[in-house]
């Protein structure tokens, strides 16, 4: 089992920045790959950018150049820098967690992008 508490979403302006926070907590040594996911409303969730062991990291195309994942193994914490927001991005941001063959979700921070 992995817990996992997210962090950091808000109202911002467009072309402005927040940074997501994830803190995992549990089996986290078992933990194959980490990533953020995003819902908006009427939309399916989707994924926006993961990171793996080996420290390669996958993103979304709509998001690529603008978003960056990171992690502080210290502090069991993974992080989502999002520069260039737009009023596209506005959604529930998820963190996640996946261990073979099983995904663990926290329970989402809302990002909204207005003026």
């Known amino acids: 089992q992995v817990q996992l508490v997210e962090s950091g979403g808000g109202l911002v302006q467009p072309g402005g920045s927040l940074r997501l926070s994830c803190a995992a907590s549990g089996n986290i040594f078992r933990i194959n790959a980490m990533g953020w996911y995003r819902q908006a409303p009427g939309k399916e969730r989707e994924l926006v950018a993961t990171m793996f062991n080996s420290g390669s990291t996958n993103y979304a195309a709509s998001v690529k150049g603008r978003f960056t994942i990171s992690r502080d193994n210290a502090k069991n914490t993974v992080y989502l820098q999002m520069n260039s927001l737009k009023p596209e991005d506005t959604a529930v941001y998820y963190c996640?967690?996946?261990?073979?063959?099983?995904?663990?979700w926290g329970e989402g921070t809302l990002v909204t992008v207005s003026s």
């Open positions: 996640n967690a996946f261990i073979i063959p099983t995904s663990y």
